[in-house]
């Protein structure tokens, strides 16, 4: 049984202040249910929200990382850094950080290593654009990002690996994959792991859909057989839908 994961991606918004206000709209709640529920914040205020989100089940996450271990990289932060704070899981290779940021599968890759060996659990997103599912490319996509991000990747270390599908067409854009289409591609990314891995990985590995995902559609989607959760962007922002997320 795959336990059932709803991460908020705060992206660029939330003062400290505002952060601490919105984990005491969810921790309450987040203590009843038996999801996992996820805050993953901007560096800024992580410290905050950890001190905030102590004694409850809210788990907290980054957004990013670097691959070095430190050094002279003007703005970047390392895994140590992330763990020495207390965060737990880290988004990797959002799309929005492939398409402004030039993040590549290799570079993905990098961090995913990387945040292996420190013990943070990546939350790896993969997912095509609005071109590349016109051209019927959606597959050809999501297996090219999940094997590149995958690299060197032991079975071991998929336990701690999440994957967020998140089609970039239905990023903040109030546009949702229907239930079945995000299910059809989750589960022939579970394909692609087992043959990569074998049949005990791809049934144990947490498969997430991201894409305007809220309130209204969030029991639907996680009523499909390959859904084990979501990556929630704007609707997590306000604590009340995101409450009503994890609760599906
Ligand atoms: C995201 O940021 O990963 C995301 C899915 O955003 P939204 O829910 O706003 O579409």
């Known amino acids: 049984m795959r336990k059932p994961i709803i991460a908020g991606n705060w992206k660029m918004h939330k003062t400290i202040e505002e952060a601490i206000e919105l984990v005491k709209g969810i921790k309450e709640e987040a203590n009843k249910t038996d999801v996992e529920v996820v805050a993953c914040c901007p560096f800024t205020v992580l410290s905050e929200v950890k001190r905030t989100i102590t004694g409850s089940r809210v788990k907290l996450g980054a957004q990013n990382l670097h691959w070095e271990e430190e050094g002279a990289y ?3 932060i390392s895994a140590t850094m992330l763990r020495n704070i207390g965060v737990e899981y880290v988004i990797i290779g959002h ?5 402004y940021f030039h993040e590549t599968d290799d570079t993905v890759n990098k ?3 990387k945040a292996i060996e420190k013990e943070l659990k990546p939350i790896m997103c993969v997912g095509e654009t609005l071109e590349e599912r016109e051209g019927d490319k959606t597959f050809e996509v999501v297996k090219t990002q999940t094997l590149g991000g995958l690299k060197d990747v032991s079975a071991a270390a998929m336990k701690d690996i999440v994957i967020a599908y998140e089609p970039v067409w239905a990023i903040g854009t109030g546009k ?4 079945e289409d995000a299910n059809k591609v989750i589960s022939y990314i579970r394909e692609v792991i087992k043959e990569k891995y074998d049949d005990t990985v791809s049934e144990m590995v947490r498969i997430q859909y991201g894409g305007s995902v809220k309130a209204a559609n969030a029991s639907e989607i996680m009523a499909e057989s390959d859904i084990d959760g979501a990556l929630v962007g704007g609707a997590s922002l306000d604590a009340g839908s995101f409450v009503e997320i994890f609760n599906f």
Request: glycine fraction near 6%.
């Open 111 to 113: 961090k995913v290593l």
């Open 95 to 99: 799309s929005e950080r492939r398409q």
């Open 176 to 179: 949702t994959a229907s239930s």
């Open 74 to 76: 003007t703005g970047e």
